[in-house]
Nanobody, 116 residues
Framework: QVQLVESGGGLVQPGGSLRLSCAAS????????MNWHRQAPGKGREWVASITSSRGTTTYADSVKGRFTISRDNVKDTVYLQMNSLKPEDTAVYYC?????????WGQGTRVTVSS
């Protein structure tokens, strides 16, 4: 079955960096676009970034453009989110997501807290 396992979250000071990872299994990873979303305390889930399957074309929410970078390793079946210049408003639980055969799959999330 499809499984997504995020890691790499934690507490970081404003201006700092973190790299999140999402290890995927149960599907042909290289054939599917991958996404990161986040959910801040008391708010709905919002899309953060996506990367296509073949060319690795990336797209970003305006709120993270220029600071976050999504990438993928089709050998390790892992998608990454490099987060730089973090702000307190980036505090959220971050989820990776994939749509396989008309079903959305989500990981359990990894918490990122940006605070001094």
């Amino acid at each position: 079955q499809v499984q997504l396992v995020e890691s790499g979250g934690g507490l970081v000071q404003p201006g700092g960096s973190l790299r999140l990872s999402c290890a995927a299994s149960g599907f042909t990873f290289s054939s599917y676009a991958m996404n990161w979303h986040r959910q801040a305390p008391g708010k709905g889930r919002e899309w953060v970034a996506s990367i296509t399957s073949s060319r690795g074309t990336t797209t970003y929410a305006d709120s993270v453009k220029g600071r976050f970078t999504i990438s993928r390793d089709n050998v390790k079946d892992t998608v990454y989110l490099q987060m730089n210049s973090l702000k307190p408003e980036d505090t959220a639980v971050y989820y990776c997501n994939v749509w396989v055969r008309n079903v959305h799959y989500w990981g359990q999330g990894t918490r990122v807290t940006v605070s001094s």
